[in-house]
């Protein structure tokens, strides 16, 4: 198979479907959500472009209307896919420029009483960088080793919210709720950590809690409660995690992405990480966060995304794409969870001349039964859900697990003055 060029017709790929009262006797929220859920049971037209868009001229609780646009995951991975949307919509308050370029800040080294200039300070930072490297040679043969050992026959311990069999076939639910991206920057700058990380804490926790709910339904004892520990010891539950691995991190221009001598390139380039959950429940709610900030932190000092990447490119070169495909599949429905977290526009953008309220970007087609989105745009954060409903039936009470955990992480940072509201 192979790209070829081809004219557009829009008029193919543009939807406006008739809404009438009729469809709206629930609530519109249900009727988009049921809408997009339809769209989960077809396949893009391979015949054509594989995209089109959708124009829902519903009002519902957060917007005036719905625009869902669905791309075929070969198109390119969620940093190109960011970058094409804001090379395709303006500032609200400036409909004659382009949306700002999200960033990533360079953190300076602080060399304090001029140590490295010593010899004694030249041979304390060879020892630094020797024990680094050694670090990170070690984390990434276990990580590695890891990926290959969950490919061939480690699999993720069977809980509630575990994909079945042709999972991946099965109709989605997607569900998000708007969160304020300031009460995670809050977090995040009192615990020195970042955003990344407060959204993995707020996961584990949220998880854990829905865990605890759900495995409590079969007691028989009736003085079970929320609060009654009904989690079994030592759960394995692991998130699958895109890494983007442009040379150039962050999002890029559009135009610089199509540039044929740059760097970072449109397309999918992304590596596969495994991160573990611990799940369990805990009466401090600062532990979960801190949790997640260590086990990112070791993520960070190994090189198991590249490696991923070019093992998986490796096969498909010697083997051809259906033992890849395999390959990858299976690594995916031996864990739990699909996890993404991406930085969106820093300022209101339009589309058409209509300003944009939020982003719920997710995906379906994946053999895990959930997976859980992080979308910041301006000051506030959309966490999306894309859920099995034959395994996960009730994906609007994890929402509220995942909201409330945030809170309750948040009030512990206020209640001990980390930091100041």
């Not at 004659?96 to 041979?123: F, V």
């Not at 009730?394 to 945030?406: A, C, F, K, R, V």
């Amino acid at each position: 198979m192979k790209w070829v060029r081809t004219k557009v017709d829009i008029d193919k790929h543009i939807v406006v479907p008739q809404v009438n009262e009729q469809d709206l006797q629930e609530t519109p929220e249900k009727f988009v959500e049921n809408y997009i859920r339809n769209l989960s049971t077809t396949t893009l037209d391979k015949s054509k472009p594989l995209w089109d868009l959708h124009l829902l001229n519903v009002k519902t609780l957060d917007a005036e209307g719905v625009a869902v646009l669905r791309m075929h995951h070969s198109l390119g991975d969620g940093t190109s896919l960011m970058s094409l949307l804001l090379a395709s919509t303006r500032q609200t308050a400036h409909p004659d420029k382009l949306p700002t370029i999200p960033g990533t800040k360079n953190r300076a080294i602080n060399l304090e009483h001029n140590q490295y200039y010593s010899m004694r300070g030249l041979l304390w930072r060879y020892f630094v960088l020797i024990w680094f490297y050694m670090r990170m040679f070690w984390n990434t043969i276990v990580d590695v080793l890891m990926f290959l050992s969950t490919t061939m026959f480690l699999k993720d311990t069977n809980t509630p919210i575990k994909g079945r069999p042709g999972s991946e076939f099965n109709p989605r639910r997607f569900v998000h709720r708007v969160l304020s991206l300031d009460d995670m920057k809050l977090v995040k700058n009192a615990l020195n950590m970042t955003i990344n990380d407060v959204a993995l804490g707020v996961t584990q926790a949220g998880l854990s809690v829905y865990l605890n709910r759900r495995f409590g339904e079969g007691r028989k004892d009736k003085g079970a409660t929320e609060k009654t520990n009904n989690l079994p010891c030592n759960i394995r539950l692991r998130s699958s995690l895109l890494i983007n691995l442009r040379p150039t991190p962050g999002i890029q221009a559009l135009a610089d992405m199509m540039d044929k001598n740059t760097e970072a390139k449109w397309g999918n380039w992304v590596g596969s990480v495994l991160l573990p959950f611990k799940i369990a429940l805990r009466d401090d709610p600062l532990v979960y966060v801190k949790e997640t900030k260590a086990t990112s932190f070791r993520k960070k000092n190994s090189l198991e995304a590249i490696y991923t990447c070019y093992i998986s490119k490796l096969i498909l070169k010697l083997f051809g794409i259906k033992t890849s495909s395999s390959m990858s599949h299976r690594s995916l429905i031996n864990t739990t969870v699909a996890f993404s977290n991406l930085v969106g526009p820093q300022e209101e953008i339009s589309f058409g001349g209509h300003p944009m309220v939020y982003l719920a970007p997710t995906s379906y087609g994946q053999p895990q039964a959930l997976m859980i989105n992080f979308q910041s745009y301006v000051n506030k954060m959309t966490m999306v859900l894309s859920v099995d409903e034959n395994v996960i039936p009730d994906p609007h009470q994890l929402l509220d697990d995942l909201e409330q955990s945030l809170k309750l992480i948040k009030n512990a940072v206020v209640e001990r003055g980390l930091c100041q509201e």
